[in-house]
């Protein structure tokens, strides 16, 4: 995998609430699709708090899925972002 050298703003194109606190965020970003597999992991703006690392669930023509399950503040704002949001990635 070639590094990510900067941030990219994303764009949030759909969310899906699994229940039990699970989600699954999908977002615009072609820019890195062909450098990352799943499995690996990126950095995602996690509002005031520090970015978390998640590791990617799905990729799918030009948007990446990330599952993460609510832990704390970080990722209860990855899971209150509306379609159409956008956070940075790197």
Known sequence: ???????IKSQLTEINDLGNGYFIN???APEIIK???PGQ???????QYLNR?????EIRKDEIGFLHKIFGKGT??????KK????QIN
């Open 26 to 28: 999908w977002f615009k």
């Open 35 to 37: 450098d990352i597999k």
């Open 84 to 87: 159409g949001d956008s956070i």
């Open 76 to 81: 209860e704002f990855l899971s209150s972002l």
């Open 53 to 57: 690392p998640l590791s990617i669930y």
């Open 41 to 47: 992991f990126l950095m995602l703006e996690a509002g």
């Open 1 to 7: 995998m070639s590094s990510i050298k900067s941030l």
